[in-house]
């Protein structure tokens, strides 16, 4: 079932159009994240579904219920939407215990004081930060007070959450933890998250389906991590889904030849009547072997050791690719190449995308 639904929202702030016939619907139960780059409307939109903001145009219904229909004159408070919020500068109240913070909620629905402290001390456990209650937030560190703005949001025992960019503050180890926790969280409670980053190693390690937005707001595809990351819809989900290669390949009669020169790609063929091509390929796809074997000739242009990984810098008839392989491998596997020296290479996964179109997305 769909707890949330997006119909066609429209939403400008002056002149400047944020979102157009933006549509998405999320499942109950799922963690759904949205993706997108910087200033692409993320929170925009999470502040749509709030009720924080209200649409020009469209609908937005929550667990079946419109609760924002300008058309109808529908727009329900953000207080009676029944969610739970992390907005993403967390803003907890400097001035108020960890206690206070997380109780603020409750204390809003005039909850009985036995029940409250009950309900407060099980949340703030919930979440790690068991005995820090008397804390003020300066008193805490940024992951704690991170804490504390998820047991907040949490507190109401609310059956779907918003997170804004929860864990964007905290160091590399903390973020990585607070993500494990947030999807077992998620999954104990039973909530649905609808969850805006734009971090796709977040998105791919909590998402049950996600949604990559373009810096236009325009939702480019959806789906769940793997298809996400194995099958992009275009260059542009390709490209924003981590380091992407492009070589440049022109069609000459029958044949793909790769860069300025003559070898053709010996692999299969893109689909389309295009002259110009690129093919696309991350670096842990590329295949590097002994000159003399099958695969496309190249010439070793750079050679560096990254202690676990050998990253070569390959050219292949003035198109470059990077490869990158574990140096065990390389050791035991004979495939230490040198700077000059001639390689051969082969590609696990190769996309093909017309080249016309990818210009249009790299040089935004
Ligand atoms: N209240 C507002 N008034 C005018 N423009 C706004 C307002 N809120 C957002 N915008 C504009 O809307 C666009 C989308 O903003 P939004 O905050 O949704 O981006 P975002 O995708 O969340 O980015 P980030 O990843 O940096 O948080 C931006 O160009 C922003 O400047
Ligand atoms: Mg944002």
Redesign the pocket.
């Known amino acids: 079932m769909d707890i949330i639904q997006v119909e066609d929202i429209a939403k400008s ?1 002056g002149k ?1 159009r ?1 979102h157009e016939e933006l549509s998405l619907s999320i499942q109950q139960g799922e963690c759904f994240t949205l993706l ?1 780059p ?8 999470l502040r749509l579904i709030a009720g924080f903001e209200i649409p020009d145009a469209g609908k937005i219904s929550i667990g079946g219920t419109v609760v924002s229909d300008p058309s109808a004159g529908v727009n329900i408070s953000p207080d009676s939407r029944g969610l739970g919020v992390v907005f ?1 500068d967390y803003a907890v109240w400097p001035h108020m215990t960890v206690f206070d913070n997380v109780a603020y909620p409750l204390k809003l629905i005039k909850m009985p004081r036995k029940d409250l402290t009950e309900r407060v001390m099980e949340t703030v456990s919930m979440v790690g930060m068991g005995g820090l209650e008397k804390r003020l937030p300066s008193e805490l560190s940024g992951g704690q007070q991170q804490r504390v703005a998820l047991a907040r949001a949490l507190v109401a025992k609310p059956s779907l959450m918003l997170l804004d ?1 929860p864990l964007t503050n905290l160091d590399a180890n903390l973020r990585e933890e607070m993500r494990f926790e947030i999807k077992e969280l998620q999954r104990k409670l039973n909530i649905t998250v609808f969850y ?1 980053t ?1 971090d796709q190693e977040i998105a791919l390690a909590i998402s049950d389906r996600l949604a990559i937005m373009d810096e236009t707001g325009h939702i480019r595809q959806t789906g769940n991590p793997w298809e996400i990351f194995e099958q992009p819809a275009d260059p542009f989900v390709f490209n924003f889904m981590g380091i992407a290669n492009f070589i440049s390949v022109r069609r000459v009669g029958e044949d793909y030849l790769v860069g300025n020169g003559a070898q053709p790609m010996p692999w299969e063929k893109p689909e389309g009547d295009a002259s110009e091509w690129a093919a696309g390929f991350r670096p842990s796809d590329v295949r590097i072997a002994p000159a003399g074997g099958a695969g496309l000739r190249g010439v070793v242009k750079r050679a560096s050791f990254l202690g676990a990984m050998m990253d070569y810098l390959i050219d292949v008839d003035g198109a470059s690719l990077r490869t990158s392989i574990e140096t065990h491998e390389a050791l035991t596997e004979r495939l230490m190449f040198k700077e000059g020296e001639a390689c051969v290479v082969n590609f696990r996964n190769l996309l093909w995308f017309d080249a016309r179109s990818l210009a249009e997305v790299l040089k935004r």
């Open positions: 702030y400047h944020v997108g910087s200033g692409c409307g993320k929170t925009v939109l993403q960019e805006v734009h």
